[in-house]
């Protein structure tokens, strides 16, 4: 997988893992807790492929946002100064294709967590992240058994 792929992986991924809490929390199922369970652990493998398309207009906003010709391009730019920021003020994560996919969708759903927890101040300041929404009712499957 390359580098561009990995990204879109990371943000398809957390915009399904997003969407799919979204659901649970909606569909109120008897018998199926979630106490203490993180659902990027509990999402089915098979992404959603609304989750991945979401990803892909996502991938060509932020490159004209930031005037980029890819997601590599902007992942590299940010890792160089990444690289030359003090190790404690990196932010908590390892600055990974997938993480920074991760992160990059999080910031951009408007979740309490983004690039700057991740990967610090100097990652944060380098992206423009435009706003996407996406939640339970963007899934193209109702996982929960509940109708739309």
């Known amino acids: 997988m390359n580098l561009h792929d990995e990204i879109l992986r990371g943000m398809a991924r957390a915009f399904f893992a997003s969407a799919y809490a979204d659901q649970y929390d909606e569909a109120d199922k008897p018998g199926f807790?979630?106490?203490?369970?993180?659902?990027?652990?509990v999402i089915p493998g098979e992404t959603d492929p609304a989750a991945l398309h979401a990803a892909r207009t996502f991938a060509?906003?932020?490159?004209?946002?930031n005037h980029c010709v890819a997601l590599d391009e902007l992942f590299m730019r940010c890792s160089a100064t990444h690289s030359?920021?003090?190790?404690?003020?990196?932010?908590d994560r390892e600055l990974t294709?997938?993480?920074?996919?991760?992160?990059?969708?999080?910031?951009a759903m408007g979740h309490g967590v983004g690039l700057r927890d991740?990967?610090?101040?100097?990652?944060?300041?380098a992206?423009?992240?435009p706003y996407v929404e996406f939640g339970g009712y963007s899934l193209e499957r109702d996982y929960f058994g509940r109708s739309h």
Request: aromatic share 14%.
């Open 60 to 65: 060509m906003g932020l490159c004209s946002e």
């Open 33 to 41: 807790r979630m106490s203490g369970r993180d659902f990027m652990d």
């Open 118 to 125: 991740a990967f610090g101040d100097v990652v944060y300041q």
């Open 84 to 91: 030359y920021e003090p190790v404690r003020r990196r932010g």
């Open 127 to 129: 992206v423009k992240v």
């Open 97 to 107: 294709p997938d993480l920074f996919g991760h992160y990059l969708a999080m910031q």
